[in-house]
Protein backbone atom coordinates (compact mmCIF):
# COMPACT_ATOMS: atom_id res chain seq x y z
CA UNK A 1 0.00 0.00 0.00
CA UNK A 2 1.18 3.88 -0.71
CA UNK A 3 1.12 4.92 2.82
CA UNK A 4 1.32 8.44 2.10
CA UNK A 5 -1.38 8.39 -0.73
CA UNK A 6 -3.71 6.45 2.17
CA UNK A 7 -2.74 9.23 4.42
CA UNK A 8 -3.70 11.61 1.85
CA UNK A 9 -7.48 10.08 1.06
CA UNK A 10 -7.79 9.86 4.92
CA UNK A 11 -7.27 14.01 4.70
CA UNK A 12 -10.06 14.17 1.75
CA UNK A 13 -12.53 11.31 3.12
CA UNK A 14 -12.49 13.85 7.05
CA UNK A 15 -12.73 17.24 4.98
CA UNK A 16 -9.72 18.54 4.56
CA UNK A 17 -8.40 20.05 1.42
CA UNK A 18 -4.28 18.98 1.44
CA UNK A 19 -3.54 20.54 -1.58
CA UNK A 20 -2.70 24.01 -1.91
CA UNK A 21 -4.92 26.11 -4.88
CA UNK A 22 -3.08 28.27 -7.57
CA UNK A 23 -4.24 31.18 -5.67
CA UNK A 24 -2.10 30.70 -2.70
CA UNK A 25 0.63 28.88 -4.54
CA UNK A 26 0.46 32.25 -6.82
CA UNK A 27 0.62 34.13 -3.04
CA UNK A 28 4.07 32.28 -1.80
CA UNK A 29 5.57 32.50 -5.05
CA UNK A 30 5.32 36.42 -5.09
CA UNK A 31 6.22 36.47 -1.09
CA UNK A 32 9.34 34.85 -2.65
CA UNK A 33 10.06 37.18 -5.35
CA UNK A 34 9.60 40.18 -3.04
CA UNK A 35 11.20 38.69 -0.22
CA UNK A 36 10.62 38.98 3.43
CA UNK A 37 9.25 43.00 5.17
CA UNK A 38 11.88 45.02 6.85
CA UNK A 39 11.19 45.11 10.63
CA UNK A 40 9.60 48.90 11.59
CA UNK A 41 11.39 51.75 13.37
CA UNK A 42 11.80 51.08 16.73
CA UNK A 43 11.61 47.11 16.63
CA UNK A 44 14.25 45.50 19.25
CA UNK A 45 17.37 43.68 18.12
CA UNK A 46 17.91 41.13 20.23
CA UNK A 47 19.93 39.12 17.90
CA UNK A 48 22.79 38.60 20.01
CA UNK A 49 21.04 36.90 22.69
CA UNK A 50 21.38 32.98 23.21
CA UNK A 51 17.91 31.95 21.58
CA UNK A 52 18.48 28.11 20.96
CA UNK A 53 14.97 25.58 19.86
CA UNK A 54 14.52 22.08 20.62
CA UNK A 55 11.75 20.40 18.71
CA UNK A 56 11.44 16.99 16.86
CA UNK A 57 14.51 15.48 15.34
CA UNK A 58 13.06 16.52 12.07
CA UNK A 59 10.84 19.55 12.33
CA UNK A 60 11.88 22.80 10.08
CA UNK A 61 8.30 24.22 11.24
CA UNK A 62 9.86 26.35 13.94
CA UNK A 63 7.37 28.74 15.72
CA UNK A 64 9.21 28.79 19.02
CA UNK A 65 12.76 30.26 20.69
CA UNK A 66 13.75 30.60 23.91
CA UNK A 67 16.63 32.62 25.92
CA UNK A 68 16.88 33.13 29.57
CA UNK A 69 18.56 35.29 32.23
CA UNK A 70 19.45 35.02 35.97
CA UNK A 71 18.49 38.96 37.54
CA UNK A 72 20.16 40.35 40.31
CA UNK A 73 17.33 39.60 42.76
CA UNK A 74 16.98 35.86 42.19
CA UNK A 75 14.45 36.04 39.63
CA UNK A 76 15.08 34.80 36.08
CA UNK A 77 14.19 36.82 32.96
CA UNK A 78 12.56 34.71 30.68
CA UNK A 79 12.07 35.14 27.12
CA UNK A 80 10.10 33.27 24.46
CA UNK A 81 10.38 34.42 20.62
CA UNK A 82 7.16 33.05 18.72
CA UNK A 83 7.57 33.26 14.74
CA UNK A 84 5.66 36.77 13.47
CA UNK A 85 3.91 34.47 10.90
CA UNK A 86 1.55 37.33 10.26
CA UNK A 87 3.82 39.60 8.85
CA UNK A 88 4.38 37.51 5.67
CA UNK A 89 0.63 35.99 6.14
CA UNK A 90 -1.50 38.87 6.14
CA UNK A 91 -5.14 38.39 7.95
CA UNK A 92 -7.59 38.30 4.53
CA UNK A 93 -4.61 36.93 1.81
CA UNK A 94 -5.03 33.81 -0.01
CA UNK A 95 -2.97 31.72 2.34
CA UNK A 96 -4.57 33.31 5.74
CA UNK A 97 -8.36 31.80 4.03
CA UNK A 98 -6.82 28.61 3.32
CA UNK A 99 -5.43 28.35 6.81
CA UNK A 100 -8.66 29.58 7.95
CA UNK A 101 -10.42 26.58 6.69
CA UNK A 102 -8.09 23.67 7.62
CA UNK A 103 -7.03 25.63 10.88
CA UNK A 104 -3.90 23.04 11.49
CA UNK A 105 -1.18 20.84 10.20
CA UNK A 106 -1.89 17.56 10.52
CA UNK A 107 0.95 14.54 11.37
CA UNK A 108 0.21 11.07 9.99
CA UNK A 109 3.57 9.77 10.79
CA UNK A 110 4.31 8.78 7.06
CA UNK A 111 3.19 12.29 5.55
CA UNK A 112 3.09 15.62 6.68
CA UNK A 113 -0.11 17.72 5.13
CA UNK A 114 0.85 21.78 6.96
CA UNK A 115 -2.09 24.45 7.38
CA UNK A 116 0.79 26.64 5.32
CA UNK A 117 2.59 25.75 2.50
CA UNK A 118 5.92 24.56 3.33
CA UNK A 119 7.96 27.65 1.99
CA UNK A 120 6.38 30.03 4.44
CA UNK A 121 5.56 27.02 7.30
CA UNK A 122 9.68 26.03 7.18
CA UNK A 123 11.49 28.80 6.03
CA UNK A 124 10.14 32.31 5.55
CA UNK A 125 7.93 32.18 8.54
CA UNK A 126 10.49 29.60 10.43
CA UNK A 127 12.62 30.57 13.00
CA UNK A 128 15.47 27.83 11.19
CA UNK A 129 19.38 28.44 12.93
CA UNK A 130 21.28 31.36 11.56
CA UNK A 131 18.80 33.14 9.77
CA UNK A 132 17.36 37.20 11.19
CA UNK A 133 13.99 36.47 11.49
CA UNK A 134 10.69 38.61 12.67
CA UNK A 135 9.17 37.54 16.52
CA UNK A 136 6.60 38.27 18.31
CA UNK A 137 8.08 38.72 22.44
CA UNK A 138 6.96 37.09 25.05
CA UNK A 139 8.94 38.18 28.23
CA UNK A 140 8.15 37.07 32.20
CA UNK A 141 9.64 37.32 35.17
CA UNK A 142 9.78 34.41 37.23
CA UNK A 143 10.27 34.34 40.54
CA UNK A 144 12.49 31.43 42.59
CA UNK A 145 8.96 30.17 43.23
CA UNK A 146 8.40 29.49 39.52
CA UNK A 147 5.68 32.11 40.22
CA UNK A 148 5.45 34.97 37.10
CA UNK A 149 5.30 38.28 38.36
CA UNK A 150 5.57 40.34 35.48
CA UNK A 151 4.64 39.74 31.82
CA UNK A 152 4.94 42.28 28.77
CA UNK A 153 4.72 41.60 24.76
CA UNK A 154 7.04 43.57 21.93
CA UNK A 155 8.17 42.91 18.45
CA UNK A 156 11.95 42.25 18.06
CA UNK A 157 14.74 40.52 15.79
CA UNK A 158 15.91 37.53 16.60
CA UNK A 159 18.37 34.98 15.46
CA UNK A 160 18.41 31.22 16.40
CA UNK A 161 21.84 30.45 17.27
CA UNK A 162 21.11 26.40 18.46
CA UNK A 163 18.74 24.62 16.30
CA UNK A 164 18.36 21.53 18.88
CA UNK A 165 16.70 18.41 18.72
CA UNK A 166 14.52 16.75 21.68
CA UNK A 167 16.03 13.21 21.99
CA UNK A 168 19.91 14.53 21.70
CA UNK A 169 19.42 17.39 24.03
CA UNK A 170 17.68 15.60 26.30
CA UNK A 171 20.04 12.57 26.31
CA UNK A 172 22.62 15.41 27.09
CA UNK A 173 20.64 16.73 29.82
CA UNK A 174 20.02 13.85 31.91
CA UNK A 175 23.48 12.81 31.60
CA UNK A 176 23.09 9.82 28.78
CA UNK A 177 24.95 11.53 25.71
CA UNK A 178 27.04 14.05 24.42
CA UNK A 179 26.94 18.11 24.35
CA UNK A 180 24.92 18.23 21.19
CA UNK A 181 27.40 19.85 18.44
CA UNK A 182 25.16 23.22 18.05
CA UNK A 183 25.24 23.90 22.10
CA UNK A 184 29.12 22.85 21.98
CA UNK A 185 29.61 25.13 19.18
CA UNK A 186 28.33 28.36 20.97
CA UNK A 187 30.11 29.98 23.76
CA UNK A 188 27.77 30.24 26.56
CA UNK A 189 25.16 27.96 25.02
CA UNK A 190 25.83 25.32 27.54
CA UNK A 191 24.95 27.16 30.64
CA UNK A 192 22.13 28.90 29.17
CA UNK A 193 20.41 25.61 28.10
CA UNK A 194 21.17 24.67 31.89
CA UNK A 195 19.50 27.71 33.20
CA UNK A 196 16.51 26.65 31.19
CA UNK A 197 16.25 23.04 32.62
CA UNK A 198 16.45 24.80 36.01
CA UNK A 199 14.12 27.27 35.09
CA UNK A 200 11.47 24.90 33.31
CA UNK A 201 11.53 22.52 36.49
CA UNK A 202 10.86 25.55 39.13
CA UNK A 203 7.55 25.97 36.58
CA UNK A 204 6.48 22.72 36.60
CA UNK A 205 7.15 22.29 40.55
CA UNK A 206 4.61 25.14 40.97
CA UNK A 207 2.25 23.90 38.07
CA UNK A 208 1.80 20.37 39.94
CA UNK A 209 1.62 22.34 43.33
CA UNK A 210 -1.59 23.88 41.71
CA UNK A 211 -3.12 20.57 40.50
CA UNK A 212 -1.26 20.31 36.91
CA UNK A 213 -1.88 17.32 35.23
CA UNK A 214 0.85 14.66 34.01
CA UNK A 215 -0.42 11.70 31.55
CA UNK A 216 1.96 8.74 30.05
CA UNK A 217 1.64 8.24 26.50
CA UNK A 218 2.93 6.10 23.57
CA UNK A 219 3.49 7.80 20.36
CA UNK A 220 5.07 5.19 17.90
CA UNK A 221 7.19 6.55 15.44
CA UNK A 222 7.01 4.37 11.96
CA UNK A 223 10.83 3.57 10.59
CA UNK A 224 9.85 3.32 6.59
CA UNK A 225 12.59 2.72 4.42
CA UNK A 226 11.55 2.80 0.52
CA UNK A 227 7.55 3.47 1.66
CA UNK A 228 7.77 0.28 3.87
CA UNK A 229 6.97 0.14 6.94
CA UNK A 230 9.94 -1.71 8.57
CA UNK A 231 9.31 -1.20 12.56
CA UNK A 232 8.12 1.16 15.10
CA UNK A 233 9.69 2.91 17.78
CA UNK A 234 8.90 4.65 20.52
CA UNK A 235 10.85 7.76 22.26
CA UNK A 236 10.65 8.23 25.81
CA UNK A 237 10.02 11.50 27.17
CA UNK A 238 12.79 13.24 28.52
CA UNK A 239 13.53 17.20 30.52
CA UNK A 240 14.22 18.30 26.77
CA UNK A 241 10.34 18.17 25.95
CA UNK A 242 9.63 19.32 29.83
CA UNK A 243 11.29 22.67 29.02
CA UNK A 244 9.35 23.09 25.97
CA UNK A 245 6.25 22.36 27.44
CA UNK A 246 7.11 24.59 30.78
CA UNK A 247 7.60 27.53 29.01
CA UNK A 248 5.14 27.67 26.58
CA UNK A 249 2.50 26.74 29.23
CA UNK A 250 3.65 29.32 30.86
CA UNK A 251 3.73 32.05 27.72
CA UNK A 252 0.42 30.79 27.01
CA UNK A 253 -1.15 31.91 30.48
CA UNK A 254 0.88 34.79 29.92
CA UNK A 255 -0.96 36.01 26.81
CA UNK A 256 -4.61 35.01 27.83
CA UNK A 257 -3.93 37.48 30.84
CA UNK A 258 -2.38 40.39 28.69
CA UNK A 259 -4.94 40.05 26.32
CA UNK A 260 -7.39 40.40 29.36
CA UNK A 261 -5.49 43.47 31.18
CA UNK A 262 -5.95 45.41 27.76
CA UNK A 263 -9.75 44.50 27.35
CA UNK A 264 -9.76 42.45 24.26
CA UNK A 265 -11.46 39.71 23.47
CA UNK A 266 -9.49 36.24 22.95
CA UNK A 267 -9.66 32.20 22.40
CA UNK A 268 -9.69 30.58 24.64
CA UNK A 269 -8.15 27.31 25.61
CA UNK A 270 -10.89 25.13 27.70
CA UNK A 271 -10.77 21.52 29.43
CA UNK A 272 -13.95 21.43 31.24
CA UNK A 273 -14.42 20.44 34.57
CA UNK A 274 -15.06 16.74 33.92
CA UNK A 275 -18.89 15.63 33.90
CA UNK A 276 -17.70 12.19 34.06
CA UNK A 277 -16.06 12.73 37.57
CA UNK A 278 -17.78 10.25 38.83
CA UNK A 279 -16.21 7.05 36.36
CA UNK A 280 -12.51 8.66 37.55
CA UNK A 281 -13.49 7.93 41.08
CA UNK A 282 -14.49 4.62 40.42
CA UNK A 283 -11.03 4.36 38.39
CA UNK A 284 -9.21 5.14 41.27
CA UNK A 285 -11.07 3.26 44.25
CA UNK A 286 -10.49 -0.09 42.05
CA UNK A 287 -6.29 0.98 43.41
CA UNK A 288 -7.67 1.70 46.33
CA UNK A 289 -7.55 5.75 46.42
CA UNK A 290 -10.66 7.84 47.53
CA UNK A 291 -11.24 11.17 45.80
CA UNK A 292 -13.17 14.07 46.70
CA UNK A 293 -16.78 14.10 45.58
CA UNK A 294 -16.15 16.71 43.08
CA UNK A 295 -13.95 17.41 40.86
CA UNK A 296 -10.31 17.96 41.88
CA UNK A 297 -7.57 18.41 39.96
CA UNK A 298 -5.15 18.80 42.62
CA UNK A 299 -5.88 14.99 43.95
CA UNK A 300 -6.35 13.86 41.10
CA UNK A 301 -2.46 14.49 40.15
CA UNK A 302 -1.79 13.20 43.46
CA UNK A 303 -3.79 10.08 42.27
CA UNK A 304 -1.73 10.52 38.29
CA UNK A 305 1.93 10.45 40.15
CA UNK A 306 1.50 7.49 42.07
CA UNK A 307 0.16 5.33 40.19
CA UNK A 308 2.98 6.33 37.56
CA UNK A 309 5.61 5.49 40.27
CA UNK A 310 3.68 2.46 41.30
CA UNK A 311 2.96 0.84 37.92
CA UNK A 312 5.06 2.21 34.78
CA UNK A 313 3.98 -0.44 32.47
CA UNK A 314 0.04 0.42 32.90
CA UNK A 315 0.68 3.83 33.15
CA UNK A 316 0.05 4.84 29.57
CA UNK A 317 -3.42 2.80 29.52
CA UNK A 318 -4.74 4.71 32.64
CA UNK A 319 -3.63 7.75 31.28
CA UNK A 320 -5.18 6.97 28.38
CA UNK A 321 -8.89 5.87 30.56
CA UNK A 322 -8.53 9.47 32.28
CA UNK A 323 -7.69 11.62 29.50
CA UNK A 324 -10.92 10.04 27.91
CA UNK A 325 -12.93 10.56 31.06
CA UNK A 326 -11.84 14.09 30.96
CA UNK A 327 -12.89 14.91 27.30
CA UNK A 328 -11.06 16.51 24.71
CA UNK A 329 -10.50 20.45 24.73
CA UNK A 330 -11.90 23.08 22.90
CA UNK A 331 -11.62 26.39 21.60
CA UNK A 332 -14.26 29.66 23.03
CA UNK A 333 -14.29 32.97 22.56
CA UNK A 334 -13.08 35.21 25.49
CA UNK A 335 -14.63 38.32 26.10
CA UNK A 336 -13.48 41.27 28.05
CA UNK A 337 -14.51 40.92 31.51
CA UNK A 338 -16.37 37.76 31.11
CA UNK A 339 -16.46 34.00 32.92
CA UNK A 340 -15.58 31.05 30.94
CA UNK A 341 -14.51 27.49 32.23
CA UNK A 342 -10.44 27.21 32.38
CA UNK A 343 -7.93 24.41 31.82
CA UNK A 344 -8.60 21.68 34.21
CA UNK A 345 -5.64 19.59 33.28
CA UNK A 346 -3.32 22.21 33.52
CA UNK A 347 -4.99 23.67 36.63
CA UNK A 348 -5.38 27.39 35.14
CA UNK A 349 -8.23 29.46 34.30
CA UNK A 350 -6.86 31.21 31.88
CA UNK A 351 -5.19 30.08 29.02
CA UNK A 352 -5.14 30.56 25.13
CA UNK A 353 -2.68 28.84 22.41
CA UNK A 354 -0.25 31.53 20.79
CA UNK A 355 3.33 29.38 19.85
CA UNK A 356 2.90 27.67 17.42
CA UNK A 357 1.38 30.39 14.45
CA UNK A 358 2.85 28.57 11.77
CA UNK A 359 0.97 24.98 12.54
CA UNK A 360 -2.51 26.31 14.20
CA UNK A 361 -4.92 28.99 13.33
CA UNK A 362 -5.82 29.61 16.47
CA UNK A 363 -2.58 30.65 17.23
CA UNK A 364 -2.27 32.90 14.37
CA UNK A 365 -5.32 34.83 15.48
CA UNK A 366 -3.98 35.03 18.87
CA UNK A 367 -0.51 36.29 17.31
CA UNK A 368 -2.60 39.00 15.30
CA UNK A 369 -4.56 40.28 18.64
CA UNK A 370 -1.53 40.08 20.56
CA UNK A 371 0.26 42.79 18.18
CA UNK A 372 -2.96 45.16 18.05
CA UNK A 373 -3.13 45.20 22.02
CA UNK A 374 0.68 45.95 22.25
CA UNK A 375 0.34 48.67 19.58
CA UNK A 376 -2.31 50.20 21.29
CA UNK A 377 -4.51 49.62 18.26
CA UNK A 378 -7.95 48.36 18.20
CA UNK A 379 -8.86 44.34 18.05
CA UNK A 380 -8.19 42.66 14.82
CA UNK A 381 -11.37 40.40 15.19
CA UNK A 382 -14.75 40.89 16.39
CA UNK A 383 -15.59 38.80 19.25
CA UNK A 384 -18.50 37.41 16.22
CA UNK A 385 -15.57 36.13 13.99
CA UNK A 386 -13.65 34.64 17.19
CA UNK A 387 -16.81 32.96 17.89
CA UNK A 388 -16.56 31.36 14.28
CA UNK A 389 -13.02 30.30 14.62
CA UNK A 390 -12.79 28.99 17.44
CA UNK A 391 -16.12 26.56 16.58
CA UNK A 392 -13.83 25.99 13.38
CA UNK A 393 -10.64 25.03 15.14
CA UNK A 394 -12.54 22.85 17.52
CA UNK A 395 -14.42 20.99 14.76
CA UNK A 396 -11.09 21.12 12.28
CA UNK A 397 -9.01 19.70 15.23
CA UNK A 398 -11.10 16.53 16.52
CA UNK A 399 -10.90 15.66 12.76
CA UNK A 400 -7.17 16.09 12.56
CA UNK A 401 -7.03 13.42 15.27
CA UNK A 402 -9.13 11.11 13.93
CA UNK A 403 -6.77 10.92 10.50
CA UNK A 404 -3.94 10.60 12.88
CA UNK A 405 -5.71 7.63 14.87
CA UNK A 406 -6.54 6.30 11.46
CA UNK A 407 -3.26 6.59 10.10
CA UNK A 408 -1.36 5.00 13.42
CA UNK A 409 -3.85 1.99 12.81
CA UNK A 410 -2.83 1.76 9.50
CA UNK A 411 1.12 1.82 9.58
CA UNK A 412 0.99 -0.86 12.87
CA UNK A 413 -1.00 -3.15 11.09
CA UNK A 414 0.97 -2.66 7.68
CA UNK A 415 4.26 -3.07 10.13
CA UNK A 416 2.89 -6.03 11.17
CA UNK A 417 1.76 -7.31 7.99
CA UNK A 418 4.83 -9.79 7.20
CA UNK A 419 4.52 -11.04 10.95
CA UNK A 420 1.21 -13.51 11.47
CA UNK A 421 1.63 -16.52 13.37
CA UNK A 422 3.87 -15.21 15.61
CA UNK A 423 3.32 -14.82 19.58
CA UNK A 424 3.30 -11.86 21.74
CA UNK A 425 3.29 -10.99 25.24
CA UNK A 426 0.72 -8.27 25.30
CA UNK A 427 -1.68 -6.24 27.81
CA UNK A 428 -5.55 -6.20 27.82
CA UNK A 429 -6.42 -2.47 27.59
CA UNK A 430 -10.43 -2.89 26.92
CA UNK A 431 -12.61 -5.60 27.90
CA UNK A 432 -16.57 -4.69 27.31
CA UNK A 433 -19.55 -6.62 25.10
CA UNK A 434 -17.93 -4.34 21.87
CA UNK A 435 -14.92 -6.05 22.12
CA UNK A 436 -11.78 -7.24 24.09
CA UNK A 437 -8.13 -5.34 22.96
CA UNK A 438 -4.63 -5.53 23.70
CA UNK A 439 -1.66 -4.01 23.34
CA UNK A 440 1.84 -5.09 22.70
CA UNK A 441 4.79 -5.13 25.25
CA UNK A 442 7.31 -4.76 23.19
CA UNK A 443 5.95 -3.73 19.98
CA UNK A 444 3.61 -0.58 19.95
CA UNK A 445 0.34 -1.69 18.36
CA UNK A 446 -3.42 -2.50 19.92
CA UNK A 447 -5.17 -4.96 18.07
CA UNK A 448 -8.77 -6.70 18.82
CA UNK A 449 -8.98 -10.21 20.82
CA UNK A 450 -11.31 -12.19 18.65
CA UNK A 451 -10.46 -15.62 19.95
CA UNK A 452 -10.13 -16.66 23.66
CA UNK A 453 -10.95 -13.37 25.30
CA UNK A 454 -13.23 -15.35 28.04
CA UNK A 455 -11.75 -14.11 31.66
CA UNK A 456 -9.95 -11.57 30.74
CA UNK A 457 -10.13 -8.27 31.84
CA UNK A 458 -8.48 -4.42 31.71
CA UNK A 459 -4.87 -4.42 33.06
CA UNK A 460 -4.66 -8.64 32.29
CA UNK A 461 -1.11 -9.27 30.88
CA UNK A 462 -1.59 -12.30 28.40
CA UNK A 463 0.06 -13.69 25.38
CA UNK A 464 -1.70 -13.21 21.88
CA UNK A 465 -0.73 -14.78 18.38
CA UNK A 466 -1.71 -12.15 15.49
CA UNK A 467 -4.16 -13.98 13.32
CA UNK A 468 -4.50 -11.19 10.54
CA UNK A 469 -4.48 -7.53 9.27
CA UNK A 470 -6.10 -5.28 6.90
CA UNK A 471 -3.67 -2.92 6.61
CA UNK A 472 -5.95 -0.40 4.55
CA UNK A 473 -8.68 -0.19 7.66
CA UNK A 474 -5.86 -0.81 10.15
CA UNK A 475 -7.56 -3.62 11.84
CA UNK A 476 -5.68 -5.96 13.87
CA UNK A 477 -6.47 -9.20 15.11
CA UNK A 478 -5.37 -11.63 17.98
CA UNK A 479 -6.47 -14.83 19.64
CA UNK A 480 -5.36 -15.48 23.03
CA UNK A 481 -2.27 -18.49 23.75
CA UNK A 482 -3.02 -19.97 26.90
Not at 5 to 11: E, I, K, L, T, V
Not at 298 to 313: G, K, S, V, Y
Request: hydrophobic share 40%; proline share 6%.
Amino acid sequence: MDLKARAHQAMLDAGFKPDFPPEVTGAVAALKRNGSPKPVDGVRDLRALLWSSIDNDTSRDLDQIEAVERLADGSTRLLIGIADVDSLVPKGSAPDLQAALETTSVYTGVATFPMLPGELSTDMTSLVGDQDRCAIIIELVVQPSGEVTRHSVYPALVRNRAKLAYSSTGAWLEGRGPIPPPVAAVQGMEDQLRTQLELSTRLRELRKKQGALTFGSIEPVPVIDHGEVKDLTVTPHNVAQDIIESFMVAANVAMALYLSEKSCPSIRRVVRTPRRWDRIRQIAAGFGVTLPPTPDSRALCDFLDHRRAADPLHFPDLSLSVVKLLGPGEYVMGAPGGEQEGHFGLAVHDYTHSTAPNRRFADLVTQRLLKAAAAGQSCAYSESELEQIAARCTEREDAARKVERLMRKIVAASALSNRIGEIFDGLVTGASPKGTYARLLKFPAEGRVIRGMQGIDVGDRIRVRLVSVDVGKGFIDFERVQ
